[in-house]
């Protein structure tokens, strides 16, 4: 079986693969200095709880943190005696490689969203991805990451707002009933509920008019939900987008040759 890890800066996934569909998905936050056998405590806990009998023989990473890397190999070298592939690593092949300007390394969780979508839409894809930074990656006819953009999270920018400015407390991202707040939570909700609409409608009609062609809106990460579910933003919306990719990923890697 496939243990895939997406270690983003906020947060760290595992998710059990066992080809036909995943077993499981575990959570924890990213913590740069945490051990291989911290993980390897927390990772068999919950898989017992869960009742969850898995044979791991393949380890595949997607890593935003690259000081994370070198604990998770030893992980999944002294608990499944396997050498895992790290996307974005010479030795973990993309099945079609990005466009990008020379010398750019593009974050891994964005190639591993373009390989999901591209297997399960095709090409001409704008995918979404509300993690850490908001993404937009661009995916071309051929299945190839040909760019995008970078916005600051939404959890981030509430942080900020609070961080930057004395009266301002820390508020949770909810959908506010109303534009105009009339407290000041509503109206720190209003502001990055409705920019985010903004900011991603004015962003997926920019990126379409360069673009030029009709492109389909994959969205992914867990606050993709709450815009989704309150204004028409995107054509699907796919939880285990980045799941899916690493096993695209892993699959091209194993059948190559
Ligand atoms: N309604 C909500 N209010 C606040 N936070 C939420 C809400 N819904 C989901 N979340 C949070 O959104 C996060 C979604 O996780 P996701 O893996 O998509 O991104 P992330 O972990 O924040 O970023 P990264 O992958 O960059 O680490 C989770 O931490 C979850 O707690
Ligand atoms: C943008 C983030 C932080 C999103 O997780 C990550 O993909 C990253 O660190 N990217 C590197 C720069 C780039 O993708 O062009
Ligand atoms: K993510």
Redesign the pocket.
């Known amino acids: 079986m496939l243990l895939c890890i997406?270690c983003?800066?906020?947060?760290t996934?595992f998710s059990i693969w066992d080809g036909t569909r995943f077993l499981c998905t575990l959570r924890t936050s990213?913590h740069h200095a945490r051990t291989a056998d911290a993980y390897f405590t927390w990772y068999s806990t919950l898989v017992s709880h869960y009742g969850i009998d898995a044979k791991i023989t393949d380890v595949i990473i997607s890593s935003?943190v690259p000081r994370v890397v070198f604990n998770l190999r030893v992980f999944a070298d002294r608990f499944f005696g396997c050498r895992p592939l790290v996307v974005g690593k010479p030795e973990c092949a993309l099945p079609i490689p990005p466009r990008v300007d020379a010398g750019t390394t593009v974050g891994p969780?964005r190639l591993v969203n373009a390989a999901g979508a591209f297997d399960r839409h095709g090409g001409d894809l704008i995918v979404v991805?509300?993690?850490?930074?908001t993404t937009f990656d661009v995916v071309a006819a051929d299945g190839a990451y040909v760019g995008g953009v970078i916005a600051p999270?939404v959890?981030l920018s509430l942080e900020a707002l609070h961080m930057g400015a004395a009266a301002l407390p820390h508020v949770?991202?909810?959908m506010p009933d109303k534009v105009i707040g009339t407290n000041t939570v509503q109206c720190i909700q209003s502001g990055i509920f409705w920019g985010y609409v903004g900011l991603v409608q004015g962003i997926c009609d920019r990126v379409r008019a360069e673009y030029g062609r009709p492109m389909k809106t994959i969205a992914?990460?867990?606050?993709a939900?709450?815009f989704q579910s309150n204004v028409d933003l995107f054509d699907t919306f796919e939880d285990d987008l980045t799941m899916h990719g690493l096993t695209v990923i892993h699959d091209y890697n194993t059948t190559q040759g």
């Open positions: 997406d983003g800066n906020t947060n996934v990213t935003t969780d991805d509300f993690g850490t930074a999270g959890n949770d991202i909810s992914t990460g867990g606050l939900a709450l």
